[in-house]
């Protein structure tokens, strides 16, 4: 089940959740409106999978960026979150969206635990200008069922990612390769 605005605003103050900065004006009926950061990191050259992806990371200035199509940019949020007790959906809108931007291309889950600013994997279908702190996204919380698995406790691969993080994939595939000579 996802919690309500007010139901957000109650578990900020008992500490069920951390939104840090925090303004209570960006509450909406089921979510809080997330936004852009003031960094991003754009990626170069073809990727790989077996390989850190390079980037030239680009501060955002006052004055905007633009951002362009074919090219990935990855960004984060202003807010960092945490909640120990709810995991968490990070979404764009409608507001982004009707510019042609894809504000997070893949996985929009934040474990229960797992204290971040959000990395942001960030598209856009034509030239659109974009300006740090802009509102570009909204987060849902949602109950969770079942014993709690606390991200940060498990340690998992992302946890002590603070601010943009880029795939860490080369880490498995490359015992892998190790292991099966590369084939399938």
Not at 18 to 33: E, F, K, M, V
Not at 60 to 88: I, K
Request: glycine fraction near 10%; charge should be negative.
């Amino acid at each position: 089940m996802i919690l309500t605005g007010p139901a957000i605003a109650a578990a900020i103050q008992t500490g069920e959740i951390t939104i840090d900065p925090y303004d209570p004006a960006r509450l909406s009926p089921n979510a809080y409106d997330w936004r852009l950061g003031d960094t991003l990191r754009v990626c170069e050259g073809d990727l790989d999978a077996a390989a850190p992806t390079p980037y030239a990371e680009r501060p955002l200035p006052a004055d905007g960026f633009v951002l362009q199509p074919g090219v990935l940019y990855l960004g984060a949020t202003l807010e960092q979150t945490c909640s120990e007790t709810y995991a968490q959906l990070l979404n764009g809108d409608r507001t982004t969206g009707s510019l042609g931007i894809w504000v997070h291309v893949s996985a929009p889950l934040g474990h229960q635990g797992h204290a971040i600013r959000w990395t942001l994997e960030i598209r856009a279908a034509r030239p659109v200008r974009v300006y740090p702190g802009m509102t570009f996204g909204k987060l849902v919380f949602l109950t969770a069922f079942g014993a709690p698995a606390s991200y940060q406790r498990q340690r998992g691969k992302y946890a002590a990612t603070d601010g943009i993080g880029i795939s860490r994939l080369y880490e498995e595939i490359s015992p892998y390769e190790e292991i099966t000579g590369g084939r399938s």
